[in-house]
């Protein structure tokens, strides 16, 4: 038995399925999944010493790669300073300043420790400082593993076949609503508030419709409903300043993790005094943390951000670009039809019958999700070396890492991937 097996027969004696998040399991794609043993830049190795290129880059947090060096030269410098305190730091303080000054509309910021995390605390947060109880979100967003934020998600959830979960009593999301994605809602006086993704990059990758994020912005503004973006994926990664600047939208809210620790668990949630004042202890609604703000955490959030330049935005775009047009050809000239919509960085990777056309709602993600040939063409990348996520769900990485060079290498890799695919059908 290899080492990856042998690996995940362990795994499994011990932990759920072998994994400590279920997409890991390779359960949508099949098979068994690759143990990780290192990484750098735009590579990781398996257990059994096999490289591959990784598109996965921690599902978003590695936008520069892995294990950049002055990543790791701020975490093991804070290391050595003690790793948790349960008191305030100046890393915390620093880290705040810079994302208040990245971010317009955002006067304030509290850290926590992961996504989930942040989109929880800004629903309770949202339903203290309005005293209403709904919440509108998104067929095929995901916002982590919240019990109100469970219904219709996508990513996991999704890869997993689930409609809900297990668990997640009728109560807990009783004041759920679940509105089709791209389509502005009807607001009543009882929603507290509306949680979007601004792009959608848990149903593989579905851009906003013209009008939509600022139709939001004006129900809310109509119905008094507070607008929440879940920047966890797109902060600091479509701008400087996120999806908010990109689109030229206001929330009211913003949840941030991924890109913003590093690496490290970390999640955030901000958004103008006038909300943020309801939260403890200012205001009466309660959230805390014991590794909340942890400074090893602060110390990659910092180094990240600080290293995301104008220009770095620019060369990620740049990279995507390449990467999405090389893949398209790729999957064309062996005759495997596709599609690779791609907002900012971001992409997404659907196949079907041909022309295939971007999905704009988790109806028509589903239907170029479901049909079985995203499996084919990932074991097929795989093989060879490239790793894309393990589920149709989920977006492309590109990192700051990924040069032309690594570039092309995938797009070689992945037209040989595509003829060995095409020849099986
Ligand atoms: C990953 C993700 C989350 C959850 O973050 P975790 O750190 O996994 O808890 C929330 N919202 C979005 C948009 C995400 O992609």
Redesign the pocket.
């Known amino acids: 038995m290899g080492a990856n097996l042998d690996l995940f027969d362990r795994a499994q004696r011990v932990i759920p399925g072998g994994v400590n998040?279920p997409v890991r399991a390779f359960g949508s794609v099949g098979g068994t999944p690759y143990f990780v043993d290192r990484a750098q830049g735009p590579y990781l190795w398996d257990a059994e010493g096999r490289r591959y290129i990784d598109y996965v880059q921690s599902?978003?947090p590695g936008i520069l790669g892995h294990a950049h060096p002055a990543v790791l030269e701020a975490v093991t410098r804070a290391a050595s300073a003690g790793t948790s305190y349960g008191a305030p730091t100046e890393a915390e303080v620093v880290l705040a300043e810079m994302v208040v000054d990245r971010i317009a509309g955002l006067e304030s910021v509290r850290f926590v420790s992961?996504?989930?995390?942040?989109?929880m605390s800004a629903i309770r947060l949202a339903r203290g400082a309005t005293g209403r109880p709904g919440i509108v979100k998104f067929a095929g967003?995901?916002?982590?593993?919240a019990d109100a934020l469970l219904a219709a998600g996508g990513?996991g959830v999704a890869n997993q076949g689930l409609s809900g979960c297990d668990g997640v009593t009728d109560g807990a999301v009783a004041d759920t609503i679940v509105a089709p994605y791209n389509v502005v809602p009807t607001l009543d006086e009882t929603v507290a508030a509306v949680i979007v993704?601004p792009v959608a990059?848990?149903m593989g990758l579905v851009a906003p419709a013209d009008g939509f994020l600022e139709g939001l912005r004006a129900a809310c503004d109509t119905a008094g409903a507070l607008l929440i973006f879940?920047e966890?994926?797109t902060g600091f990664r479509l701008a400087r300043g996120g999806a908010a600047e990109r689109f030229g939208v206001t929330p009211d809210l913003w949840?941030f993790?991924?890109v913003i620790g590093g690496g490290l668990?970390v999640?955030a949630f901000g958004g103008r005094w006038g909300v943020m004042e309801h939260l403890a202890p200012l205001g009466g609604v309660y959230q805390g943390g014991t590794l909340s703000g942890n400074p090893l955490a602060m110390a990659a959030g910092r180094t990240t951000l600080k290293l995301l330049d104008d220009g770095a935005f620019d060369r990620l775009t740049a990279t995507a670009t390449r990467l999405a047009d090389g893949l398209a050809g790729a999957f064309a000239s062996a005759g495997l039809a596709s599609t690779l919509p791609r907002v900012g960085s971001l992409l997404g990777l659907y196949f079907g019958d041909g022309p295939v056309i971007p999905p704009t709602d988790f109806d028509e993600a589903k239907v170029l999700a479901d049909n079985g040939r995203y499996p084919k063409v990932f074991h097929a990348l795989l093989e060879r070396g490239v790793a894309l996520a393990p589920g149709a769900y989920e977006a492309l990485f590109p990192s700051l890492a990924h040069d032309d060079a690594v570039v092309d290498e995938t797009i070689e890799i992945a037209a040989d991937a595509a003829s060995a695919v095409a020849s099986l059908a």
């Open positions: 998040s599902y978003g992961s996504g989930t995390e942040a989109t967003c995901y916002h982590g593993h990513s993704e990059a848990n879940d966890v994926i949840c993790g991924k668990p999640g």
